[in-house]
């Protein structure tokens, strides 16, 4: 593992260059460009906050702040893993010519993705700071272990799922149904008090939006347990995906 990551490192300009190319094409030709990135969280937000404040009898404001929150931190998991079933796919031609780390694809796509996922997450900052003013920043400190779970956690699972879809293509289609249902199922819409809470403490996606959604929202950091949670689940999914790695690096070219 530890080689893995030295390898990662030694070739990180050559992965900071694939990044910067798909910033260009994702935006290629488009009059706003990233700026789509601002705008979708923000649209989205509008339509939901219309929808569901009068249905849940909540507070406008405190509803959006949360749900801008919530939204940010599911977009960044939903693509980890549907995006991350390609990973492997449409580097075929670069695993082929090249024997770089197979770790470095998957971390392509959760590089770009996060620069993404932070943009949403900054509307979201925006949102909670003109409802509940500057001070409101005092607790964002707490925000950035949970950042970094969440990061390291998607290149797990990213990983694991680009193993995965070169072996059963349709994983990423089962990806798109499940994350679907998942979505309904996690408290993005709605608080956590609501729905099926049994459901909710074991539901990887809401712990780390509590670690990220309670310093912000309600100014307050969440129980110790929760970071204990999400630290052994990131480190378990590490150890699976390096686990993935060293017992299919040397076959999956077969399967391309």
Same mark, same amino acid.
């Given at each position: 593992? *530890?080689?893995?990551?030295?390898?990662?490192?030694?070739?990180?300009?050559?992965?900071?260059?694939?990044?910067?190319?798909?910033?260009?094409?994702?935006?290629?030709?488009?009059?706003?460009?990233?700026?789509?990135?601002?705008?979708?969280?923000?649209?989205?937000?509008?339509?939901?906050?219309?929808?569901?404040?009068?249905?849940?009898?909540?507070?406008?404001?405190?509803?959006?702040?949360?749900?801008?929150?919530?939204?940010?931190?599911?977009?960044?998991?939903?693509?980890?893993?549907?995006?991350?079933?390609?990973?492997?796919?449409?580097?075929?031609?670069?695993?082929?010519?090249?024997?770089?780390?197979?770790?470095?694809?998957?971390?392509?796509?959760?590089?770009?993705?996060?620069?993404?996922?932070?943009?949403?997450?900054?509307?979201?900052?925006?949102?909670?700071? /003109?409802?509940?003013?500057?001070?409101?920043?005092?607790?964002?400190?707490?925000?950035?272990?949970?950042?970094?779970?969440?990061?390291?956690?998607?290149?797990?699972?990213?990983?694991?799922?680009?193993?995965?879809?070169?072996?059963?293509?349709?994983?990423?289609?089962?990806?798109?149904?499940?994350?679907?249902?998942?979505?309904?199922?996690?408290?993005?819409?709605?608080?956590?008090?609501?729905?099926?809470?049994?459901?909710?403490? *074991?539901?990887?996606?809401?712990?780390? /939006?509590? /670690?990220?959604?309670?310093?912000?929202?309600?100014?307050?950091?969440?129980?110790?347990?929760?970071?204990?949670?999400?630290?052994?689940?990131?480190?378990?999914? *590490?150890?699976?995906?390096?686990?993935? *790695?060293?017992?299919?690096?040397?076959?999956?070219?077969?399967?391309?």
């Amino acid at each position: 593992m *530890i080689e893995h990551l030295r390898a990662i490192w030694k070739f990180r300009h050559f992965l900071f260059a694939l990044v910067r190319l798909d910033l260009r094409q994702r935006y290629k030709r488009s009059m706003i460009g990233i700026g789509w990135s601002l705008l979708q969280p923000i649209a989205m937000a509008v339509v939901l906050v219309f929808v569901f404040t009068n249905l849940l009898d909540a507070d406008p404001k405190d509803y959006t702040k949360t749900l801008l929150l919530g939204m940010a931190v599911w977009g960044f998991c939903r693509e980890s893993a549907v995006t991350g079933c390609q990973a492997f796919i449409a580097h075929e031609s670069y695993i082929r010519q090249s024997p770089l780390p197979f770790a470095l694809y998957p971390l392509r796509q959760i590089l770009g993705q996060a620069i993404h996922s932070s943009i949403a997450l900054g509307v979201a900052i925006v949102a909670v700071v /003109m409802v509940d003013g500057p001070a409101s920043l005092e607790m964002l400190w707490a925000v950035i272990p949970a950042l970094i779970l969440l990061v390291m956690a998607g290149w797990a699972i990213a990983t694991i799922f680009a193993f995965t879809n070169v072996y059963f293509q349709d994983t990423q289609h089962l990806l798109e149904v499940g994350t679907q249902i998942l979505f309904f199922l996690t408290p993005i819409i709605y608080s956590s008090k609501q729905g099926l809470q049994w459901f909710h403490r *074991i539901n990887p996606v809401n712990m780390f /939006m509590e /670690m990220i959604r309670r310093p912000l929202a309600e100014g307050d950091l969440p129980p110790a347990k929760v970071y204990l949670y999400a630290m052994l689940f990131t480190v378990a999914l *590490i150890a699976l995906a390096a686990l993935v *790695i060293s017992r299919c690096q040397k076959r999956v070219i077969f399967h391309l």
